[in-house]
C-alpha cells in the first residue's frame, strides 16, 4: 500500500523546514509569499494534503463553528446557511450543522455540539436556554445569536451577542402600507408564540395601527409552517366577516395562506384580500405570487454575525445586539395607490 506524503516530505523537496510547511497550511500565519509559492508547488507535485484532525490536536483548535437549527423549511435560512458557510470558510473556519428539536431547542445536542471542539457557536431558527448558555460560557465558547434573542430569565452574565432585523420596523411598514392603501378588517397571522422575530413584528404592527387609528381585528399563529399557515388561513377567512387584509409573520406562510386564499376560498388578491409577508425570500418574486414582503438583509446580517463571533473567539469585545434596517418590497399583492 502506498504511504501518503508528509509534511517532512514536502519540506525536503522545497527546502524549507517543516514548520514552514505547517505555516503555509494554516489559515492567517505568517509565511512569505517566495516560500509558500514553494511548498505548494512541492505539495501539489507529491499530492500532499494536510490532516485538519492532527494539526487541531496539536494547535488545540479545530477551526470548526457549530450553525444550530430547528426547521429548514423556511426558504429564508437555507440563504442563511450558503452566506454564512462562505464567509466563515474565506476566515479559514468550517461550519458543523447540527438541527435541534423544535420543541427542545438546542439543549437536546449540546453535548454533541460541544464534544466537537467547536470554537464558536451559531444559532438560528432555534432559542436559547439559560442552561446552554450557561454551559457555553463556562467553557468559553462564544455564541451568537441569528435573527433571534432569547430571554434568559435575567441572567445577565450568561448574555448572548444576537444579529437581528428591524424586525418591530418591518411590522410597522406592513401597518403602515395597509391603511394607506385602504384596507379596514386586517389580521396578523403570527409565527411561534414565543419567538422573538414574530414577537416584534407583531408589536411594530399594532403599534402602527393603533397610531393610524385602527388595531388587529383577527389574529391566528400558523407555527411558521406551511401547513400550520394553511389551518390559519382557513381559520381566518373560513367565514363571512372575514379578514380584507393579512400580514404573515414570513414569506413561507404568507405563500400557504395565498394558497388557500385563491384555490380554497376563491378569493381575488390584492382586490378582495391583501397578503404582506416578511423575508424576501426568491419565490416570493416568483410571478404565481409577486408577493408584497418586508426585506431581511442576508448578506449584513451574515456580515455582522461572523464578525460578532470573529471578535469573540478572539475575546475582544463583550456580548451586544446589533439591529440591521429592512425595507418594504412593494409588488402585487396589495392594492396600488389611488
Request: charged share 25%; net charge neutral.
Amino acid at each position: 500500500m502506498k504511504t501518503a506524503p508528509r509534511a517532512q516530505d514536502v519540506a525536503d523537496l522545497a527546502q524549507v523546514s517543516q514548520s514552514a510547511v505547517s505555516r503555509t497550511f494554516t489559515p492567517g500565519a505568517s509565511v512569505s509569499e517566495s516560500t509558500r509559492n514553494k511548498v505548494l508547488a512541492a505539495a501539489q507535485r507529491l499530492g500532499y494534503r494536510p490532516n485538519a484532525l492532527a494539526r487541531s490536536l496539536i494547535t488545540r483548535q479545530s477551526r470548526i463553528v457549530a450553525l444550530v437549527m430547528s426547521y429548514l423549511e423556511n426558504q429564508f435560512y437555507p440563504l442563511v446557511i450558503e452566506k454564512l458557510s462562505q464567509k466563515l470558510q474565506k476566515q479559514g473556519y468550517h461550519v458543523l450543522m447540527f438541527i435541534a428539536d423544535i420543541d427542545e431547542g438546542a439543549d437536546g445536542v449540546l453535548a454533541d455540539i460541544l464534544q466537537y471542539q467547536v470554537e464558536g457557536i451559531v444559532m438560528a431558527s432555534t432559542m436559547l436556554s439559560p442552561t446552554l448558555a450557561k454551559s457555553c460560557s463556562d467553557v468559553g465558547v462564544p455564541v451568537v445569536q441569528f435573527n433571534r434573542i432569547s430571554d434568559l430569565g435575567g441572567l445577565t452574565r450568561y448574555a448572548t451577542s444576537s444579529v437581528t432585523s428591524d424586525n418591530a420596523a418591518g411590522g410597522r411598514l406592513a401597518a403602515e402600507l395597509l391603511v394607506a392603501r385602504g384596507y379596514k378588517r386586517i389580521a396578523f397571522l403570527a409565527g411561534l408564540e414565543d419567538s422573538s422575530t414574530s414577537l416584534e413584528r407583531e408589536r411594530g404592527f399594532k403599534e402602527a395601527l393603533s397610531e393610524l387609528g385602527t388595531s388587529v381585528s383577527y389574529r391566528d399563529t400558523g407555527h411558521y409552517s406551511f401547513d400550520g399557515a394553511k389551518d390559519a388561513a382557513r381559520r381566518l377567512f373560513g367565514h363571512a366577516d372575514r379578514p380584507d387584509a393579512v400580514f404573515v409573520a414570513n414569506d413561507h406562510m404568507a405563500i400557504a395562506v395565498m394558497d388557500v386564499l385563491r384555490q380554497e376560498f376563491c378569493l381575488r388578491v390584492p382586490e378582495e384580500v391583501g397578503v404582506i409577508g416578511f423575508d424576501d425570500v426568491p419565490q416570493a418574486a416568483w410571478g404565481a405570487y409577486q408577493l408584497t414582503t418586508v426585506y431581511q438583509r442576508v448578506e449584513p446580517m451574515v456580515d455582522a454575525t461572523v464578525e460578532l463571533l470573529l471578535e469573540q473567539m478572539r475575546g475582544e469585545v463583550r456580548a451586544r445586539e446589533i439591529v440591521v434596517p429592512c425595507m418594504l418590497v412593494e409588488r402585487k399583492t396589495v392594492r396600488p395607490a389611488a
